[in-house]
Structures are given as structure tokens and as C-alpha cells.
């Protein structure tokens, strides 16, 4: 797995996880995922991850019949290169889904390295981790880039907890600043606080992990409702990522005067 770097002009951001779309499925509901694509040409600062499962890709031996979607697969990945032309210039980065997985694995197709490529945007199949740098302002050494990682995600979890803590279990895996995970139709965030030690290790210092459940945009109805699984709150959160200074004059962390002269202020909204 590479380190995707990303170099940003703005002091602040949002990134919004668009996955689990499921086009082609008669449940899809592209309405709000063209709200949410309005929205980030609306707004210069934002930017976008695609987490997978954009299409629903089924095959004879899917648990999706082939014969309920209202497209093929190949009008599915038509669909999304028109759908994510337009903010090509605010995607970060595309992975792949389960559903697009299947198709992977049956045929040896990846839907998902197609449209990277088609869009010019990174392409990480099971996962992607950026280093994300904002204000082009120096920032005297100080730390300055802002980790971030996304997997589409695995398994089945009905309950919220079980959703949540797969996450949690991502961020005890992978050291990042934001951890982000799809597949389970989830909006959720929280944080965890750790103590690690400063750059010259003479002392403890805070850091904070977010992690996210990105939602998704397929209605109730079909494998959900036949299976018991609870209708999914459609959308996804907004995270704002803003970097500040805490003090004007730029004091190093070295100095012992500041626990963090610079860092990244996160937030969340769901």
C-alpha cells in the first residue's frame, strides 16, 4: 500500500465519503447523492473519497438478482463516469467495493480501477491512505500533513455497536489520523485519544484518531428487507479538517513551549 500525498491551498476542508451508492439497483436513490455532489461544487473546500460499492455489479452466483436491476454493469460504470466527471478535480481517491469485488473475482474485471483511471483520480483496490497537506503557509517544521485512510469494509453487523467497533478495530490497525470505513449503510463518528510521546520524547503528548461510518444511498427494500437489516439514515457525514496554529509567533514543539504549535482540528457532522 502506497502514501497518496496531497497538497492543499485552503486552511480548511471537507471530505465527504460517497459509497454504496448501488446504482442499477431499483432502490438507489440518486437524488440524494446528486444533493450531495451539488453540494461539493458549492463549496470549493470540499473534496471526495468514492468508497465502493457504486454499482451493484451482480453475476448468476450474486445474492442480488441479475434480473432486477433496472441496468446492466456495463451501463453501471457508464453511469458513475458521467455522475463523477463533474467534481473529478475534488476526488481524492477510489476504492473498490465488495460489489465490485464480485465482479473482480469472477471475471477478472475491476470496475473500480476503470473509473480511477477514466477520471485521472489514485486508485487503492482495498484501501487508500492519503497524506493530506493544507495552507501553503511554512510551517517552521512543525508537523503538517494530515493522515487519512479509507477501506470499503467487511462482514455483516446488524447492531450499531457492531458497527462502530469495526472501525475501531481499523484504527488499532492502521495509524492515521481519520479512519473511514463503508459497506455497513452506517453513519457514525467518533474519536479515540491516545498519549504518545513527543518528537524528543520528553514528555506525553495528545493525539486523536477520528473514526467515521460513511453512510450510503440505497433505500429499504429487496436483500435488506428480506433479510431483517434496519432501513439505513441515507447520506453521509461531512468531516472538517481545519489546520491551526496556536500561536502567531510559530513555536516549535521542540521548545517545550507548546504542546502543539500546529496541528489538525477535526469535526464531525452526520
Known amino acids: 500500500m502506497d502514501i497518496v500525498r496531497v497538497d492543499l491551498s485552503q486552511n480548511n476542508i471537507y471530505l465527504l465519503g460517497l459509497g454504496d451508492v448501488h446504482h442499477g439497483s431499483q432502490y438507489c436513490r440518486e437524488d440524494i447523492l446528486d444533493g450531495y455532489i451539488q453540494w461539493v461544487l458549492d463549496h470549493e473546500n470540499a ?10 455489479y451482480p453475476t448468476r452466483g450474486s445474492k442480488t438478482e441479475p434480473w432486477s436491476m433496472n441496468s446492466a454493469p456495463q451501463e453501471q460504470l457508464l453511469w458513475e463516469l458521467e455522475k463523477f466527471t463533474p467534481i473529478r478535480d475534488r476526488i481524492l481517491g477510489v476504492i473498490q467495493g465488495n460489489h465490485e469485488y464480485r465482479l473482480y473475482d469472477y471475471s477478472g474485471f475491476d470496475p473500480s480501477m476503470i473509473l480511477a483511471s477514466q477520471l485521472g483520480v489514485p ?32 462482514g455483516g453487523a446488524r447492531k450499531a455497536g457492531a458497527k462502530v467497533l469495526k472501525v475501531e478495530d481499523l484504527a488499532h490497525t492502521i495509524h492515521a489520523n481519520v479512519v473511514m470505513m463503508f459497506h455497513d449503510h452506517f453513519m457514525a463518528a467518533h474519536r479515540i485519544a491516545y498519549k504518545i510521546p513527543s518528537g524528543n520524547h520528553n514528555r506525553l503528548v495528545d493525539y486523536r484518531k477520528v473514526l467515521v461510518n460513511c453512510g450510503s444511498f440505497l433505500d429499504y427494500g429487496g436483500y435488506s428487507q428480506a433479510k431483517g437489516y434496519a432501513p439505513a439514515d441515507l447520506g453521509t457525514p461531512r468531516i472538517r479538517i481545519e489546520w491551526k496554529r496556536m500561536s502567531a509567533d510559530g513555536v516549535d ?9 500546529a496541528y489538525y482540528d477535526i469535526h464531525v457532522s452526520t
Open 47 to 56: 473534496y471526495v473519497i468514492l468508497g465502493g460499492d457504486l454499482g451493484e
Open 253 to 261: 514543539d521542540e521548545t517545550g513551549l507548546s504542546d502543539r504549535s
Open 123 to 154: 486508485y487503492g483496490q482495498y484501501g487508500i491512505y492519503l497524506s493530506v497537506k493544507l495552507n501553503n503557509t511554512p510551517t517552521n517544521g512543525c508537523a503538517n500533513r494530515c493522515t487519512i485512510y479509507a477501506t470499503h469494509g467487511w
